[in-house]
């Protein structure tokens, strides 16, 4: 039976990594998920026959119900504008789970020093639960907080306790390691107390939260793929400690996929790993327009201008932001670039890897609205094509277009690579009105003088630029 167990659990990890594999491209993404669902099906199957307790699958039954009642409804029905703040939860209920099931496995062998079945209390599975429940906990209480400043429970701003923040996370990180030390040593001589289990998790949650607190708003797509590869590795420290392959395997593939992410999206904003999780940028003072105390007025629009620009374009970039997601304006911009197309104007979509609010979100947006996948272009790609562009569209985005990235030295942003827009012939920015992006500073590229804004939502906008186009 066991052999059959661990053929089932390399059947189901197989399934994992070839899903893993169809999520590279929006043609198999269905289908990628599709297998890895058939695999964690596989996996729960084998995990039925390893307990070999019926008396247990009714619990685990119970559980399954659940999670699929809790699970489903969100994931059908969530707007793709709060796909972020989900995948934050989704991954949030991953950590807390692995914790509490460190926690359990730390109860059901009284505190490590007695196992069932005549087991002694071996190093991987006391250090693996006891790392699962610190990676754990931290990852738990800091997707919430991820969560909330993304839904807006929370502000968007940093929060944090200035010089003393650091002093207080390296505190908490202590309490939280020295729990886990005092654990360890005590499971050979008879376990400890509970409550130092207690004060391990919740040293831990604090420390998730006072990590995650202090860093702002423009970091959060970071963060959270830096959470989620947390939540990988605890999931393979549990499974090590339950000696349960698919988990380590899953666990490991989500950690090394989560942490190769992480530090593509830190280089795409010139920013270091360590910077992002000591916090303080993000939503902080709002940056001049124009140097020197100089106020500049921004140039407005209409529709029907915007219309005859892109018409006799050659070539008409749209560089899609946060605001086209709010607006569910992918639609409207998919029907306005075939009638631009139509005329025999070429087309296509810069994408900046942190633009919205999680890795691919705009590529999602565009690949809704059945965009090719060919005219998306990625900022590597598209860069070295703004100079020569009759019309730049900017849709909503505001700190991946903002040129102070590269000009201003004092600028909260300088160094992070951004799109190129500021060098197109022509550019129209659609935003609801001149309030700064969700790093909190201001954008020049807004005063240019060969920038125009079209101001109002961006759903009716792009709408009322299609019928000026239709009658032309």
Do not use: C
């Not at 209920?93 to 007695?114: M, P, Q, R």
């Amino acid at each position: 039976m066991d052999y059959l167990v661990n053929i089932l659990y390399i059947v189901a990890f197989s399934m994992f990594i070839y899903g893993l594999m169809g999520l590279t491209g929006p043609k198999t993404a269905v289908r990628g998920n599709q297998i890895a669902a058939v695999g964690m099906a596989i996996a729960v199957i084998a995990t039925l026959i390893a307990i070999r307790d019926t008396s247990q699958w009714i619990l685990i039954a119970l559980g399954l119900v659940v999670g699929v009642a809790l699970g489903i409804p969100p994931a059908r029905y969530t707007k793709m504008t709060a796909m972020p703040q989900l995948v934050a939860l989704f991954n949030g209920v991953g950590g807390g789970t692995v914790a509490l099931i460190a926690w359990a496995e730390f109860l059901d062998t009284s505190g490590f020093s007695n196992f069932k079945h005549g087991e002694e209390p071996t190093a991987h599975i006391i250090v693996g639960s006891l790392f699962a429940a610190i990676i754990g906990s931290i990852s738990f209480w800091g997707s919430l907080v991820a969560f909330g400043k993304l839904q807006e429970i929370l502000p968007g701003r940093p929060i944090g306790l200035g010089r003393l923040q650091q002093p207080v996370n390296l505190l908490l990180l202590i309490v939280a390691v020295g729990a886990a030390v005092l654990i360890g040593l005590g499971a050979s001589e008879g376990g400890v107390d509970p409550w130092w289990m207690v004060i391990l998790l919740v040293g831990a949650g604090v420390l998730g939260l006072m990590v995650v607190l202090p860093i702002g708003g423009a970091d959060m797509p970071v963060v959270i793929s830096l959470l989620n590869a947390l939540t990988g590795l605890s999931a393979a420290a549990a499974g090590l400690a339950l000696n349960n392959t698919a988990m380590i395997v899953a666990g490991m593939i989500v950690g090394a996929s989560g942490t190769i992410l992480t530090n593509l999206m830190a280089k795409a904003m010139n920013r270091s790993i360590p910077a992002i999780v000591a916090g303080g940028f993000g939503g902080g003072s709002v940056a001049v327009a124009a140097g020197a105390g100089e106020q500049r007025q921004a140039k407005a629009t209409s529709a029907a201008d915007a219309a005859i620009q892109m018409a006799y374009a050659n070539q008409v970039i749209v560089v899609p932001g946060y605001g086209m997601a709010v607006a569910q304006a992918q639609h409207a911009v998919k029907e306005m670039a075939s009638l631009l197309e139509a005329k025999g104007v070429e087309v296509k979509y810069a994408i900046h890897p942190v633009a919205g609010r999680m890795p691919g979100h705009m590529n999602v947006l565009l690949a809704e609205a059945d965009v090719e996948y060919d005219v998306m272009k990625e900022m590597d790609d598209i860069n070295g094509e703004f100079n020569r562009t009759d019309v730049a569209l900017v849709i909503g985005a505001n700190d991946v277009t903002n040129p102070s990235a590269r000009e201003d030295a004092s600028s909260p942003i300088y160094g992070m690579p951004v799109l190129n827009v500021d060098q197109a012939r022509s550019v129209i920015v659609l935003k609801r009105s001149m309030n700064s992006g969700f790093a909190g500073i201001d954008n020049p590229l807004f005063y240019a003088d060969h920038t125009s804004m079209l101001f109002g939502d961006a759903k009716k906008s792009v709408g009322a630029v299609t019928e000026e186009l239709k009658a032309l």
